[in-house]
């Protein structure tokens, strides 16, 4: 890894120059929410801010999208995509978009998927948890590739890590906006972490957290959070390693048609529906219980479909914490 | 290209039951016909352009070439479409997908094949494949239906029934619905066609369980039952294979529709299957 610092004086050129190298997306507050839109000034981006409700993984697994078009009965790709930069991706939804990679980029590779990841840009932003986070438990609070640059939070400007050969070549292309980091740099930088790392307020004990789940397939903890649980699907929307989807097909005209996906829940009773209406999930404790196996199964090559982003918690209308469900099924064991 | 489909030609349509009908097959280009390889209890995701897309079996075997063949039941909107077409129409193709039964592993070996209903599709491929490859050692076809009109392919099983002693093959018929033409059937093979559910087919069937495979495919309460009387024949789990269904989008472990299992065990149906034994049944919560 090479590490730089960008003074902060440099940062509002730095920004400007990542213009050239697409649209840039960054983190904007509306009302009391953040999301990634497209920006081209500095001041309206919200650097400190927490989660955006939709992670980056909407750039890329699009909400609905576009696959293939009908042109005189055959279908051909949809069109690609122009060059973005994703300016300010926290570290777990940077382990987050690694989740899918494993999905898309396995064979048979997504043709959308590549295309989109390949015209990215994504560049790191440090934060600080606030009462949902709990990526340190997970190990996904510090993201070690997956970007091309990184930015830290230093008191007069950042610590920046150069992550790939793209964030090379833009370090290089503005070697001037950059300076050697000094002892007093690397101080600061040891210290942020070190507070970040105190300021956690939530937990997942991931001892042994798959076999526990199995073992407690009949847990009454189910059957009680069934009751709360609204089956909205929100979770689902905004977690940025849920990537479930549906096809459709929609006529624009009487001779073009578009084959479109979009996001599916399994939280919606149509998910495990198959001929003569039978419902591998018929109940919504199912349907609860299933999201949670998903969450919590691990990979080896690719860690627990969880990250601890904590958008879930925080956009389930029904107030479900993720951790506190898993505490309770684990207790409800002992 | 990979959700881009084949042109494919309907070569014959026939009408199999009021629910079912056939259909044969063969790509538009010959490169791709000739590239088209196949196992029994794989699948392809029909595409009927501007329409939608879903999966189905393949019920034809790799052994005939030039064609392939899908059995479909009008279920809704897709396979509604999928029976207005005529010979001559073209419908996209994609696949082939799954992992389909171990042919070569299992030869030498005798076949239990068990069909419940649309299970017979399937299992037509597998049935196909082991007749004219002659290499195994016995085959059995325990095929359940619920009356004579909804017997599959039945001028292949009442042949089968009347000839498949020569072929060492074993046919045995259960129906639900009493008719004139079960009780003729069962009168010309009886007890080889009963009245009854599928697992009564087993009755007075003694096998070489070192040297026997099952391979099931039925409605999703069918295996319980099979499973319990293969298991307390001695059958290992690992000789039980069965071909599952779930709600299938892209057919290539993306969409994630067909996701089972729980936190130490989660399979894709789509990929990992349809195609599983009973060891990944008993450690994949949820399989069937
Ligand atoms: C691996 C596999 C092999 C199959 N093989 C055959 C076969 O050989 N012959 C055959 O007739 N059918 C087969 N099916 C089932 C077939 O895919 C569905 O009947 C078909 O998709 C229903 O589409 P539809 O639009 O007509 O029904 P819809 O109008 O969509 O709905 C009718 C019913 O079918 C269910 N359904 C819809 N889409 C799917 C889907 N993609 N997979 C499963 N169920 C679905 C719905 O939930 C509903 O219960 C197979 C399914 C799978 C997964
Ligand atoms: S967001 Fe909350 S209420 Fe909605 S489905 Fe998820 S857990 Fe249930
Ligand atoms: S399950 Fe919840 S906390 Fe975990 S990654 Fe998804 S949205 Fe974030
Ligand atoms: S059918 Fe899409 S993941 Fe299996």
């Known amino acids: 890894m090479r590490y730089v610092k960008l003074p ?55 909400p609905k999208d576009e696959m293939l078009k009908l042109k005189e009965g055959h279908w051909e790709e949809a069109n690609g995509t122009e060059p973005i930069v994703l300016f300010g ?47 340190k438990s997970l190990g996904t ?31 290089w292309g503005n ?103 039978h419902n591998f999930r018929p109940t919504r404790l199912d349907r609860f219980r299933h999201r949670y196996y998903c969450k919590s199964y691990f990979d080896p090559s690719a860690g627990f479909n969880c990250v601890g982003c904590g958008r879930c918690d925080e956009f389930c209308p029904a107030k479900i914490e993720h951790v506190k469900v898993l505490d309770e099924v684990r207790e409800g064991l002992q | 290209m990979t959700f881009q489909t084949h042109d494919a030609r309907i070569l014959e349509v026939k009408e199999l039951t009021s629910r079912e009908k056939l259909f044969t097959l063969r790509f538009v280009d010959p490169e791709i016909n000739r590239k088209f390889k196949y196992k029994p209890g794989q699948f392809v995701v029909v595409d009927i352009r501007g329409f939608g897309e879903f999966p189905i079996s393949l019920c034809s075997t790799p052994t005939r070439e030039g064609y392939f063949q899908l059995c479909v ?81 039945r001028d292949e099983v009442i042949h089968l029934l009347k000839h498949g002693e020569d072929m060492n093959c074993h046919v045995k018929l259960a129906y639900e619905v009493e008719s004139p033409s079960c009780i003729y059937l069962e009168k010309g093979y009886s007890p080889r066609v009963c009245k009854g559910v599928v697992t009564d087919l087993f009755r007075g069937e003694n096998f070489d369980v070192e040297n026997t495979y099952a391979l099931i495919c039925g409605p999703p309460v069918m295996y319980k039952f099979v499973i319990k009387e293969l298991l307390d024949r001695k059958l290992s789990p690992g000789r039980i294979y069965m071909t599952l269904e779930r709600r299938m989008r892209c057919g290539v472990g993306k969409c994630g529709h067909c996701i089972v299992g729980t936190s130490t065990s989660i399979k894709y149906v789509c990929k990992d299957g349809p195609v599983f034994t009973y060891w990944d049944a008993l450690s994949t919560r949820g399989l069937i």
């Not at chain 1, 509002?12 to 497209?38: C, D, H, M, R, T």
């Not at chain 1, 940077?94 to 494993?102: A, P, R, S, T």
């Not at chain 1, 590779?109 to 948890?129: A, L």
């Not at chain 2, 030498?108 to 007749?131: H, N």
């Open chain 1, 8 to 62: 902060q004086e440099n940062f509002e050129e730095f920004f400007n120059s990542l213009k050239k190298w697409g649209i840039v997306y960054a983190p904007v507050k509306k009302e009391n929410i953040y999301s990634f839109q497209k920006v081209q000034d500095v001041s309206e981006i919200a650097l400190d801010y927490t989660r955006t409700m939709l992670p980056p993984k909407k750039f890329f697994v699009r």
């Open chain 1, 89 to 135: 991706v926290h570290s777990c939804d940077i382990h987050g978009l690694e989740i899918l990679d494993k999905v898309y980029l396995g064979d048979p590779v997504d043709p959308y998927y590549k295309k989109r990841r390949e015209n990215s840009i994504i560049i790191g932003i440090s934060c600080m948890p606030d009462e949902y986070c709990f990526c």
């Open chain 1, 141 to 171: 609070n510090f993201a070690m590739h997956g970007f091309d640059l990184f930015l830290h939070e230093l008191p007069d400007g950042w610590l920046v890590r150069v992550g790939s050969v793209k964030g090379h070549e833009i370090a």
């Open chain 1, 175 to 277: 070697e001037e906006l950059f300076e050697e980091l000094t002892e007093e740099d690397m101080k600061n930088f040891r210290e942020f972490e070190e507070k970040r790392a105190n300021s956690f307020q939530k937990h997942l004990n991931k001892e042994g957290l798959e076999d526990m789940l199995d073992l407690a397939y009949n847990s009454p903890v189910w059957k009680r959070y069934e009751r709360i649980c609204l089956g909205c699907g929100n979770c689902n929307m905004v977690c940025p390693t849920c990537r479930c989807y549906e096809v459709c097909d929609l006529w624009m005209n009487a001779y073009e048609a578009v084959r479109v996906r979009r996001y599916d829940s399994c939280f919606m009773e149509s998910h495990g529906l198959v001929a003569g209406g």
């Open chain 2, 73 to 153: 039941r009008r279920v809704g909107r897709m396979t509604k479409y999928m029976h207005n077409l005529k010979e001559g129409d073209i419908v996209g193709i994609r696949g082939p997908y799954g992992n389909g039964f171990p042919m070569e592993k299992m030869e030498g070996s005798t076949l239990i094949l068990v069909a419940g209903g649309l299970g017979m599709a399937p299992l037509r491929s597998v049935l196909w494949y082991a007749l004219d490859s002659g290499k195994y050692e016995k085959i059995y076809l325990f095929y359940g239906t619920k009356a004579y009109e909804d017997i599959l392919f």
